[in-house]
């Protein structure tokens, strides 16, 4: 499956910003799917996953209650929504899936396919 993320950009502390990721393939319905991302000088971290049928979800603490994860899978899309966006938020964000029944996974070695990433600049 390819992975191409959009819809980063530069954004004012306390703004949003929604990221969309269309996968290719048939199989979309039956990937879970998450997003990472990557700061200057920082690991990787991950940042949120949802299950392939759209019902569970987990989130990384420091984004908890700011950002949504959703998925629509006749569109084979999935979207982060992030509001009150902090400049710590700023990164390189990651969109990823792997083909498996499984609720969600946080780990980075979970999952098969990366995206190319799309930059997130939020300023102070």
């Known amino acids: 499956v390819q992975l191409q993320a959009y819809g980063g950009g530069l954004v004012q502390a306390g703004g949003f910003l929604r990221l969309s990721c269309a996968a290719s393939?048939?199989?979309?319905?039956?990937?879970?799917m998450g997003w990472f991302r990557q700061a200057p000088g920082k690991e990787r971290e991950f940042v949120a996953t949802?299950?392939?049928?759209?019902?569970?979800?987990y989130y990384a603490d420091s984004v908890k209650g700011r950002f949504t994860i959703s998925r629509d899978n006749a569109k084979n899309t999935v979207y982060l929504q992030m509001n009150s966006l902090k400049p710590e938020d700023t990164a390189v964000y990651y969109c990823?899936?792997?083909?498996?029944?499984?609720?969600?996974?946080?780990?980075?070695?979970?999952?098969?396919?990366w995206g190319q990433g799309t930059q997130v600049t939020v300023s102070s």
């Open positions: 393939g048939r199989r979309f319905s039956s990937y879970v």
């Open positions: 949802i299950s392939w049928s759209g019902g569970s979800t």
């Open positions: 990823v899936a792997v083909d498996s029944a499984g609720r969600w996974f946080v780990r980075a070695y979970e999952y098969d396919y």
